[in-house]
């Protein structure tokens, strides 16, 4: 076959790049444009150079898309202009068509226009899987070769077309569901034009759970062949005159700027990537085994207590609970940076070291705030000095901790730590804007460059002590590192005098809450119900509901560190999770428990890898692994879960090559509930992509918006009062100096507030909430989202 040339039109951000990645497996390698459909609107495509513009694509896909394909503006874009543009070129110029298939909304758009009504299921069917009726057409087209087979498709719409057969017959179904909804109708999965080289499927064939998608593709541009050839071969013969004046036209918009912007090729950011000023530094590893004997849980709060007192403030990840293995520790120094950007600020301020020195940058937009944050990792570690004052080139230090049977390193070696809120993400990646109103309750930026660092390995009870030496820094390194050694060493020896030495007496300050205002039943019900309204009118698929708890708390000023500390000590115990952190700056403090890992990567290997989860059910004494799997595995959990799946294989397509699933709705325990957990993995980076570019290109977090994530996102802020959901559905974790990262999901966590007004008070918030689908239970969903709220609010009854 030739190379074909493909445009694949994307409405809303929905799925597009699972189809690109399907289209890309074909056996003919095609070159793939993608454009949003708006984009085709005539404000950014000129109506002199569409029809050039359509004869350069062999095919067009009309890709899924929130709405219903009746609003043509808000939901179709430029789509019905395409469209009618390819029927007047052919109509006007003889131009044959291109082929075209459209998948869901443009399968609706299609029937829609020749003639078929569009309406609404009773149900509507999001993340669900049917088995296919293929009709004896289906069976010797685009089912060619599976006529025997029980094809598994998934679907996600809330619309359907109720195919007229008394219509003029141009349309011919190829495959119906098998199942009959509850009016005992057949659905219309998969249709054809008659003469006309127009496919198209209700069902997604790019999802993870569909069957056949590639067989399926090739099949259509196989029958479809000779006419692609014949319409090239009219092109370049009889129409090469006819479209030359608007081919220049059109070269000068595929070049222009205005166009790349509005191709979601194109929105990947590269100028973080860029060293701007190369400097070399080095890093310096001591490590410390400790005895086989030690209660790993308890010996990381009691180092951290010590080394706050011997060595300054500090910031801990912590993996309390399992799967995580790795403990961190940021350890401030009198050169420590910390950044910090509030949305819709047009500064980002940074304070350094103890004396606090303030500084601010100007910045136009968040964008700005990620190339300066870029900009501080600007550096390049040359050397790593490992104990015996070995020196290793960093390439030849990471060949040997890569290699398969080296034992276990860290993946931390110092570098930004912090978090990153919901709304940054929706602001930097989505071009959603926020209420300007609303002023930032905690920073929407908050990250520290940690040059000191200690990494934990919690299996083989081993300390790594790090230090990324800088000018004039070495003494003072060294002496740092002198310190922490005395520090474990003291801690480990019980029999040394100085473990003695007592911290706990200065962290037992007890927390004084005043109040407590939780969400409200009622509130929360109607919430639920205007998001199932906007799943049965087709504008989502599932979105991801939440909620605020707002609690009070009086502080004694100058006292609030060795409180927060000694209540993060508490909410470690009550409810350990593999995420749990605790970030304490002058302005706030962030206490974290989250189980889910957002992102982590490995730019060195060129791969990253998400693990949402969806589907929970509470862990309480008479649920077992058997019960709760049992009613994990239900369809409706298994939906959720498979549509972020599906939601975030088209984020990470945007920047690998290839995207696997390599585990498919496993059930997790945690302390307080059974989750549903799925693990997405990227490799083979798309050129100039690093692991910050996927983290910033994949927020907000899909488990925490819903799918598909623009129009979502969209609905949410309506649904919650354009309140912003601040750090809680944001990301926090860190940037690693040697190419790594690992980020988990805000969730299951406290943070207090920006203080502003009184010193005495202070206020924290917990958010929680869940995915509501079309199968959702109002009262379920409440209880759900109670039991998540729970985990974290239960510390606040000291
Ligand atoms: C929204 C929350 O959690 C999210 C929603 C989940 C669900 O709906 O099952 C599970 C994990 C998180 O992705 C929360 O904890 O507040
Ligand atoms: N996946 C889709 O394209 C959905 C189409 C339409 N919004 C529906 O819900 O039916």
Redesign the pocket.
Known sequence: MARYDILIIDSYDSFTFNLVALLQSLSFYPRITVISSEALLPSCLPQSILPAFLAYFDAIIIGPGPGTPEHQDADMGGIPRVWATIEQSHASLGIPPPLVIGVCLGFQWMLLSSGHRVLRLPKPRHGLISILDLTDAGKSDMYTGLADKDIECVRYHSLYVAFNPQLANDIIPLAWTRDRDENNNKILMAARHRVRPFWAVQYHPESICSQYGSEIFENIFSIAESHILGRRQFITEKLHDGLADSSHALQAYLSSQSHSHHMLNDRRSTSITDKMQEKKRSLHQRTIQLPDTLDMLDFVPNLCQRLFTSVGPLTLLDSAAAPGKWTYIGSASEHTRNFTYCLPDDFMTEITGKNKCTKTFKVNGIKDVWDILAQTMDFEIDYIATDDSNRKSTSDYIKHISAKDSPSYPSFYGGLVGYVSYEAGVVDNLGIGIDKESKASVPDINLTLYERTLAIDLEHKLVFLHTIESENSFDDDAEWMLKCESQISLLVNPLSEQAEFNHDHRVKAKKNFTSITQPDGEHYRAKIEQAQEYLASGDSYEL?V?DQTSIKETVSPGTTMLSDWAFYKHMRRLNPAPYSCFYHTSTNTLIGMSP?RFLSWDDNRQTCELR?????VKNDRHTTIESATARLNTPKERA?NLMIVDLIRHDLAQFCQSVTVTKLMGVEVYKTVY?LVSVIRGTQYLDNVSGIDVLRGCLPPG??TGAPKRRSVELLQQLESHRRRGVYSGVSGYWSVLGYGDWS?V??SAYSLLNNTDDNEREWRI?????ITALSDCDEEWD?MKV?LQSALQSFCI
Not at 612 to 616: L, R, V, Y
Not at 767 to 771: D, L
């Open positions: 991801c939440t889910e949402p989860i969806k589907g929970t959720e989750q488990s925490m999901v969730i299951r958010g929680a909430g869940g995915a759900e998540k």
